[in-house]
Each structure stands twice: as C-alpha cells, then as structure tokens.
C-alpha cells in the first residue's frame, strides 16, 4: 500500500478496495496512534498506587462522556458539512467553493470551541456530582475535566483538519500532524503522571495537561500547513467571516449529525450515571474503562478505512457516479463486517490478560473488564455495520437517517435495556454488558437495511 494520496481521478474510477486502503491506510496509522494514547493514559494511571489508580481510571471514564456532550455537537455539524461539502464540490470539479466552505466551518468551529470550554468549565462539577455519588471518582474526574476544558478549541481543530483533507483524499497529512500530537501525549504520560525526570507527580491532572499541551500543538502545526495551503485548501482569512447563507446550507445538512451525536454523548452521559449507581461503582467504571479502550483496538482498521468510504462515496456522488458510489457501499460494507468478526473473535480469546496488563493488582476491576470484553465483543461485528452505515451518509450529505438510528439506538435500546437488566432484574454491571451489546446487534441490524432502502443516492450540491 503506497502512502501517496490518490487523485481525483483514481478515487473515481480506480479500483474500489485498492483506493479506499490508500485513503484509509494513513487513517487506520492514525487510529492506532490514537488507540495506543488511550491504552497509554490507562497503562500510567493503572501504575498509580493501588488505592489511588482505580478512581483516576473511573475519573478519566466518567470525564470523557461530558467532554463528548459538549463538543459532539459542533464537532458532528462541523465534521459531516465539511465531508459532504468538500468531498462533492471536488469531486464536480469546484475546487474553490471547496475551499470557501471549510473556512467558513474552520472559523465557526473555533469560535464555538472558545465558547464551549467556558460553558464546560462552568457546570462540569455540578454535573460530575449528579452522575457519580463516590466521592473518590468525581474529585479524580472534576481535577481531569477542568483542564481539559481549559483547551476545549485545541480538541476540535484537530478533528476539522482531519475530516477536511480526507474529503480531498488526503489522509496523510493529517496523520503526520494529528498522529505527531498523540505521539506526543504518548510520551509525556509517565513524565506528567508519574513524575519521571524529577517533575512532580500529578497523577490524573498530568494525564489532562498531556493531552492540552499535545492538542495544542497538533493545531498549531495544522493551522501552518494549512495557512501555507495543502492541495485545495488553504485557509485565507478574507473566506472566514461568516456568510450566513452557506451557514444556514451548512446547518441544514450538518445539524442532524450534530443532533445525533450530541444525543448519543449524553446518553453515554447517563449511562455512565446509571453505571455510577453500582454496588461496585469504581471497579465497575474502571473495568468498563479498561475494557472500552482495549476494544477501541477492534476499531483501528474499520475506521480508517470508513474514512475512505466516505470520501470516495461523496466524491462519486458529486460527479453524479451513482453506479461506482453503489459499488462503492456493497463492497466496503463486505469488507468492515468481515475485519470486525475476525478482530472481535481475536479479542474476545484475549480478554483477561489485556484487562490485566493495565491495572495489576486489581481483581476486582480485572474481573469486571474481562467480562465486559467477553459480552461487547458478540455484538461488534454488528456496530460496525452501523458505523459503516454512518460513514456512507456522511459522504452523501445525508444525516437524519443515521440520527435517528443513533438516537434510538441509545435511548430506546442500550439505556433501558442496561437499567432493566442491571436494576430490576439484578444481573448487575453484566446486565449493563449485556444491554449495550444487544443495542448494538438490532441497531446493526437497522442499519443494514437503511442501507438497502437506497435513500443515500442523492447529493447536496447544486
């Protein structure tokens, strides 16, 4: 697989699953980065003092669903504008009003970070007493949170440079940039965390100073190659301030994904209550935790190779290719389900020992990530189709039907299927288990046939 981003030309007409690796290979490098900082911020707090490790690691899991509230919802509207917009306009050929529309979305994601990270540092404590009554997990997570939000603009710059340059095709750049800060993070947990090199040891607060000082410089790197033009974009100032029509056109195609995000991340939000009201509430988080960013290894190809999906799915619309974008689907639809049964079967055999690796000495919490593992890994394949599906409509401009799915997803199925069999059943943090997964199958399920209805055929530009 060559690391060279494909033309215009190739993504239209090359071959399917050749192209979408060399669109997707710099995103799968990039995932795994990615999935090694998450792994890296649970290995170094798990090496923290036993009585101390287990509410940092339930902090960080309690932390990240309000982070995620709060910025899914430009980071959802910002991301599917700018991947339907600049993916069709350069597939027609409008190599201008390509570059025109991500400035407009780079200056209304940057305001609304500033404003957002405000909001977030203002109501996070009050919200962290409402989801977690353990005393212990919400001081670790209000220490986390508060930094974190400090830097809420550096979270989402990042992700626009990223969802921007894959609609071109090029997903190298923003693997030397975006993977270039995690590998920073990376590096400076022990540093920060533990206290090596005779810094002070911060324990949680240095896991979050990591991750501002790394994000921060990912944008500043981004913002000077773009500054300096990459392919069709080029961030030019006189593009940036607002032109209310394209906003409103931009809304009205992103606005559903952000309302779908936004709503799954709070129903992430009161799951993690819900699982906060466990008997076992800090080892249930902490194992929940653990296991959720070791199944984040499941994702590392299927995400990357998504990214391709959905450019070269928006591509083929814009140069109304309905043909090759119905190829396109079918074949990498095969392809995601069939990574994500091999890779889930391959973790499931693992569970316990992975779980392990990241907090010795913990039993209680090793027991709880393993059968997490051992529960979610059956209903995988299945979310994956249902991410498959997201990456298609993505591409197409095509959001509400995808919304709508998520949403129901969350709220009519894993939240009230988790709460019936945790509660008033009493299966505990395993009926937890079982709720998301079996969420996960029927809403794969759906998803599979939103794909058969066609409703995607159709593009949003002119």
């Not at 830097?151 to 990223?162: A, N, Q, S």
């Not at 607060?205 to 991750?211: C, D, F, K």
């Not at 990912?218 to 961030?235: N, P």
């Not at 006189?238 to 129903?267: C, T």
């Amino acid at each position: 697989m060559r690391l060279k981003a494909p033309t215009r030309e190739e993504i239209l007409e090359g071959p399917v699953l050749r192209t979408m690796a060399r669109i997707g290979g710099p995103a799968v490098l990039s995932s795994l980065i990615f999935t090694f900082y998450n792994l890296a911020d649970a290995f170094w707090i798990g090496r923290l003092p036993a009585e101390e490790a287990g509410a940092a690691v339930a902090g960080i899991q309690v932390s990240w669903p309000i982070v995620w509230f709060l910025i899914s919802f430009v980071a959802g509207f910002g991301g599917a504008a700018v991947s339907a917009f600049v993916s069709q306009y350069i597939g027609a050929g409008r190599f201008h009003e390509a570059n025109r529309a991500f400035n407009q979305l780079f200056s209304v994601a940057v305001f609304s970070g500033i404003a957002l990270g405000i909001l977030g540092f203002a109501i996070s404590p009050w919200l962290l007493g409402l989801l977690v009554p353990e005393g212990g997990v919400a001081r670790a997570a209000n220490l986390y949170i508060s930094v974190i939000f400090l830097g809420l603009p550096f979270m989402l710059v990042p992700g626009l440079f990223h969802f921007g340059l894959a609609a071109t095709g090029d997903t190298i750049t923003p693997l030397l940039v975006n993977g270039g800060g995690t590998l920073l993070n990376i590096l400076l947990d022990p540093f920060f965390v533990l206290g090596w090199a005779g810094l002070p040891r911060m324990g949680i607060v240095g896991a979050a100073y990591a991750t501002l000082i790394s994000q921060a410089a990912a944008t500043a790197a981004g913002t000077v190659i773009l500054a300096r033009g990459r392919g069709h974009l080029r961030l030019i100032f006189r593009e940036m301030p607002p032109d209310w029509g394209f906003v409103l056109r931009a809304l009205r195609v992103g606005m559903p994904a952000a309302v779908g995000q936004s709503s799954v991340a709070f129903g992430f939000v009161v799951l993690t209550g819900v699982i906060g009201r466990l008997p076992n509430a800090e080892a249930a988080l902490a194992g929940y935790g653990i296991g959720d960013r070791i199944l984040g290894l499941l994702f590392i190809l299927t995400d990357g190779l998504s990214v391709g999906l959905t450019t070269m799915v928006g591509q083929a619309l814009g140069a109304e290719k309905y043909a090759r974008a119905r190829e396109l689907v079918w074949k990498g639809l095969s392809l995601l389900f069939g990574l994500l049964a091999m890779e889930a079967l391959a973790l499931w055999m693992l569970r316990k020992p992975l779980v392990e690796l990241f907090i010795p000495g913990r039993s209680d919490v090793i027991a709880v990530g393993a059968k997490f593992i051992e529960i979610f890994a059956a209903g995988m394949p299945f979310l994956g189709a249902f991410f498959c599906a997201q990456a298609i409509f993505r591409g197409a401009g095509h959001n509400v039907p995808t919304m709508v799915l998520g949403i129901l997803r969350l709220w009519a199925l894993r939240i009230p299927l988790s709460y019936v069999f945790a509660f008033p059943l009493g299966w505990g943090d395993t009926g937890i288990w079982w709720g998301m997964s079996l969420s996960n199958v029927i809403s794969g399920l759906a998803a599979l046939a939103l794909l058969w209805s066609g409703t995607w055929q159709r593009r949003v530009v002119e």
